[in-house]
């Protein structure tokens, strides 16, 4: 098969837009700060229904009307873990929190400190805003693979945290798929 001059210029174009995509594609999406609330759009929560679910156990909390959900790989080790996160879905209002549990024994009352060597997370109201928040920073915190963190505990001494990969991924995924959730990602 023979290629003109316009089939060869074609297929160099086609290459080189194929080099640019794959180079330029980050390893992880960026969060859209901007557009960072707790609602969640019916197709947001249909892809996490039918797709994401599955890895999660699903506990109901009648009285308040909300479904925790913790990846199921992290209850395994849940009494090793010293911090992790939980999806809080409101369905009755189409809202999503994100909350961060730490063993009780390790942290001052009503403040939590998480330290990265990029930036100090400081929850000192323990509400869903400064869960989210610490959560967005962790989430971008993790583009760089060799990050570690560290809680600040009660005796001010430094605990590291989400210590080996097998703990970054389960952060990675769980982040993920809660930002995916409100339509930050």
Do not use: C
Not at 125 to 136: C, L, R
Request: no cysteine.
């Amino acid at each position: 098969m023979k290629f003109g001059f316009l089939g060869k210029s074609l297929l160099v174009v086609f290459i080189g837009l194929i080099a640019l995509a794959i180079i330029s594609n980050p390893a992880q999406k960026q969060l859209k700060i901007k557009q960072l609330d707790f609602k969640v759009l019916e197709s947001d929560e249909l892809y996490f229904k039918n797709l994401r679910q599955y890895y999660y156990e699903k506990k109901t909390r009648e009285d308040a009307g909300f479904n925790l959900l913790k990846l199921k790989e992290s209850n395994a080790n849940q009494e090793i873990r010293k911090s992790y996160f939980t999806i809080v879905t409101d369905w009755r209002n189409d809202a999503a929190y994100i909350m961060l549990s730490v063993d009780s024994s390790l942290i001052i009352p009503h403040r939590l400190t998480i330290s990265s060597p990029l930036d100090t997370f400081i929850i000192s109201e323990m509400n869903m805003e400064s869960h989210q928040h610490v959560a967005s920073k962790v989430y971008t915190a993790l583009e760089d693979e060799k990050v570690s963190f560290f809680l600040i505990s009660a005796q001010n001494k430094e605990m590291e945290i989400w210590v080996d990969n097998e703990e970054k991924n389960l952060l990675k995924r769980i982040l993920k798929d809660y930002f995916k959730l409100v339509g930050a990602l």
